[in-house]
């Protein structure tokens, strides 16, 4: 079968620092892959692993600097064989509406696909959206939420959980399906792997034209941090230890 | 003006009918769980054949939404009504607005990288369709008659079959209703201290929980535990934060906490500037006195 999964790349929220004037600074961090993609690229590359013969290749749109030679070898180190990637900043924080749209081209170009293997929701809005824009731009079905993805006789079998049941679904492809993370652990590639990543095909593009976006971001700041009394206390000096315990008896 | 309210539990239903009423002058309330009286001007509700999953119930709710003229959608943020809201928006042109916490005049504050930040963000589009955390509005609040209409299921040209469905057993971990929280971090240098933390909870009836390295790095603690950007988000009355250095993205998810208390050997870990009480020591010595001591 042929299989595709969508992956996001976004700057890395552990570098992510506050600025004084309360916005954030990611202009430092590293790009990666959005988190929970990763768990996404490992269920697809599971499919791809259990049904001999068949391909998987990856979509993604992002900013210019998403084209980013380590994190598109991340990528193809993991199991997929081809990377389609629209990379332009005029596609940089897109709402899933205009996301759904572009990676809707970069699916035109993959070529036949079966499946289309989406992420519980990326690191930044996690909106959960993307997927079920893209079936509605692809007009296909959709299922949310898989724990467990195989292929059999022909259609794909899933598992997922809801709030307070799990249910077995079976769904004919085509199909898009978001995956929720506990899928599968991201693998830790080889530096096998790493070095024929390099050689697998890249096919990098800027945007045709600028997206037509629903939603305008009106602002993105740091959440206020609370006050705090910041009594604090040092074990090494001699009552020190005891006055905690008596201010946290206190508090208790 | 008209809103269309999406969701499929009771509180659910109440909580954003209580919020469509603030900003709508009617409501309709669209749900498959159990129909709920009197918080919508009408209750519209589907009934999902046994081989179908709700998620294709997606034509019923379009169909439905356009005959109520709403411009504004609230819906609930489970599995299924998160893809009917996606259906929706797509069909109304337009993307929906996730994880919102707040809403006035339109504009939705939301979560951004999982608390890291705050976006503040507004549809352009014709219709606005709102994810809506729960929480957000005061579902007691809510009034409305006692109409319930029934719509069909008219199933899409191609949908997926279910064929089982299962109680998903209980977590044991419950954060958001613990009103103590015992949270480990990376001073933690070896699994078997992490006794001394579940001690000192088990005698002041605490919840353990940790951050993301022992969660994501080590495994220590399964993922529920974790808590901080893209884990769990808690406000128990006290929070202690043991060998935690108090990193921006850990702190998101403690940050409404009553009271925090910080134990840490780094005399300038950011944490101090971030609790009520702390202590500069090794939690080897002082949560077994605190254990003695409580």
Same mark, same amino acid.
């Given at each position: 079968m042929n299989i595709l999964v969508a992956?996001?790349?976004? $700057? *890395?929220?552990? *570098?992510?620092t506050v600025a004084s004037d309360g916005s954030l600074d990611s202009s430092r961090a590293h790009e990666i892959v959005s988190q929970y993609d990763l768990n996404a690229i490992e269920a697809a590359a599971q499919l791809k692993e259990a049904n001999e013969g068949s391909t998987l290749k990856a979509i993604s749109v992002g900013p210019k600097k998403a084209d980013d030679s380590k994190t598109k070898k991340d990528i193809l180190s993991r199991g997929v064989d081809e990377l389609y990637l629209m990379a332009d900043d005029s596609l940089a924080d897109l709402d899933s509406r205009a996301t759904a749209t572009e990676l809707a081209k970069l699916v035109n170009k993959a070529g036949d696909w079966d499946v289309i293997i989406v992420g519980d929701g990326s690191a930044d809005?996690?909106?959960k959206q993307t997927g079920v824009q893209l079936a509605c731009a692809l007009d296909v079905p959709y299922v949310a939420g898989a724990t467990n993805l195989s292929f059999q006789e022909g259609n794909l079998e899933i598992q997922r959980n809801l709030e307070s049941e799990s249910e077995d679904i079976e769904l004919a492809v085509p199909a898009v399906v978001s995956v929720s993370p506990e899928i599968a652990e991201p693998?830790?590639?080889?530096?096998?792997?790493?070095? @024929?990543?390099?050689? @697998?095909?890249?096919?990098?593009?800027?945007?045709?034209? @600028?997206?037509?976006?629903?939603?305008?971001?009106?602002?993105?700041?740091? $959440?206020?941090?609370? *006050?705090?009394?910041?009594?604090?206390? *040092?074990?090494?000096?001699?009552?020190?230890?005891? @006055?905690?315990v008596s201010a946290v008896k206190e508090v208790l | 003006m008209n809103a269309f309210v999406?969701? +499929?539990?009771?509180?659910?239903? /109440?909580?954003?009918?209580?919020?469509?009423?603030?900003?709508?002058?009617? #409501? !309709? &309330?669209?749900?498959?769980?159990?129909? #709920? !009286?009197?918080?919508?001007?009408?209750?519209?509700?589907?009934?999902?054949?046994?081989?179908?999953?709700?998620? %294709?119930?997606?034509?019923?709710?379009?169909?439905?939404?356009?005959?109520?003229?709403? =411009?504004?959608?609230?819906?609930?943020?489970?599995? /299924?009504?998160?893809? &009917?809201?996606?259906?929706?928006?797509?069909?109304?042109?337009?993307?929906?607005?996730?994880?919102?916490?707040?809403? =006035?005049d339109g504009v939705a504050t939301s979560v951004y990288f999982g608390?890291?930040?705050?976006?503040?963000?507004?549809?352009?589009? %014709?219709?606005?369709?709102?994810?809506?955390?729960?929480?957000?509005?005061?579902? !007691?609040?809510?009034?409305?008659?006692?109409?319930?209409?029934?719509? +069909?299921?008219?199933?899409?040209?191609? &949908?997926?079959?279910?064929?089982? !469905?299962?109680? &998903?057993?209980?977590? %044991?971990?419950?954060l958001a209703s613990a009103d103590k929280i015992v949270a480990c971090g990376r001073g933690f240098a070896k699994e078997e201290d992490l006794q001394l933390a579940r001690d000192f909870a088990s005698k002041i009836g605490a919840e353990v929980a940790c951050s993301r390295p022992l969660s994501e790095g080590v495994?220590?603690?399964?993922?529920?535990?974790?808590?901080?950007?893209?884990?769990? #988000?808690?406000?128990?009355? #006290?929070?202690?934060?043991?060998?935690?250095?108090?990193?921006?993205?850990?702190?998101?998810?403690?940050?409404?906490?009553?009271?925090?208390?910080?134990?840490?050997? %780094?005399?300038?870990?950011?944490?101090? =500037?971030?609790?009520?009480v702390g202590i500069v020591g090794d939690l080897k010595d002082v949560l077994p006195a605190l254990t003695k001591a409580l």
């Open positions: 992956c996001k790349i976004v $700057p *890395d929220d552990q *570098d992510i809005d996690y909106a693998r830790i590639a080889g530096m096998r792997d790493i070095l @024929k990543a390099g050689k @697998k095909p890249q096919n990098v593009e800027a945007a045709e034209e @600028k997206p037509e976006e629903s939603i305008e971001t009106v602002s993105i700041k740091a $959440p206020k941090q609370a *006050d705090r009394k910041q009594e604090v206390f *040092d074990a090494s000096d001699g009552e020190g230890l005891d @006055k905690f | 999406l969701a +499929e539990t009771e509180n659910g239903a /109440r909580e954003l009918c209580a919020g469509a009423r603030q900003i709508a002058d009617e #409501v !309709t &309330l669209f749900t498959f769980g159990n129909a #709920v !009286t009197g918080v919508a001007d009408k209750c519209l509700h589907l009934q999902i054949p046994e081989d179908a999953i709700a998620d %294709d119930a997606y034509p019923s709710v379009n169909e439905s939404f356009d005959a109520s003229g709403a =411009k504004v959608v609230l819906a609930e943020p489970t599995v /299924r009504v998160t893809s &009917l809201a996606g259906r929706l928006a797509a069909h109304a042109n337009t993307a929906a607005v996730p994880g919102v916490n707040a809403l =006035k608390g890291t930040g705050v976006k503040e963000s507004k549809p352009e589009t %014709d219709v606005s369709v709102y994810l809506i955390s729960a929480g957000t509005f005061d579902g !007691t609040q809510a009034t409305g008659t006692d109409t319930v209409e029934e719509v +069909e299921f008219k199933a899409p040209e191609k &949908l997926a079959v279910k064929k089982g !469905t299962a109680a &998903l057993p209980k977590s %044991d971990i419950d495994n220590w603690f399964p993922r529920e535990a974790y808590v901080g950007v893209s884990g769990a #988000v808690v406000k128990p009355d #006290v929070y202690f934060a043991v060998g935690i250095s108090g990193q921006m993205q850990h702190m998101v998810g403690c940050n409404d906490s009553g009271t925090v208390i910080a134990i840490n050997s %780094d005399k300038n870990a950011p944490i101090f =500037k971030q609790c009520d």
